[in-house]
Structure formats: C-alpha cells, structure tokens
C-alpha cells in the first residue's frame, strides 16, 4: 500500500440511539464525537438511524405488503368496464 493516501483505519463505535445498541468494531468512518466504552478506552462514535438491532428485517416486526390488494386496486382504476 502506499503510505500517506489511505485513510485511518481504527476502532470506531457504532450506535443506533433508537435501539439503545453500541456496538466496536474497526473502520475509516470519521467522527468528532466521542465514547468510552466498557473496556474504559475512549473511542470515536458514529450515530447511524438503522442498525441490525432496530431494522425490520432483523427484528421480525417488518410488514407484508399487500400486493393482491394492490393489484384489484389497479383493475378496477384502469381495467376494462
């Protein structure tokens, strides 16, 4: 690799405040804002909106769209009479 082009790679935390989740892991992401975790190291914390804890597909809570429905729908806007 060539020396000076690369960014930082470091441990960085990664939190999801809808979640109540943290968790450590190493990446490039910059951030101003710091952590201390439980270790007692201080670390730099990225907020994210969506993480495996608080998304639909991994919690379950995820909602089934009704395509039939959808579909009746369009016949009866635009099918023939």
């Given at each position: 690799m060539k020396k000076g082009i690369h960014p930082e790679y470091r441990p960085v935390?990664?939190?999801d405040a809808s979640a109540d989740y943290?968790?450590?892991t190493?990446?490039?992401a910059v951030s101003g804002k710091t952590i201390e975790w439980t270790d007692g190291n201080t670390y730099p914390v990225v907020d994210?909106?969506?993480s495996s804890a608080s998304h639909p597909f991994y919690t379950g809570r995820g909602r089934v769209i009704d395509t039939a429905g959808r579909v009746e729908k369009f016949k009866q806007r635009y099918g023939k009479s």
């Open positions: 935390v990664f939190r943290a968790f450590l190493r990446s490039t994210v909106d969506v």
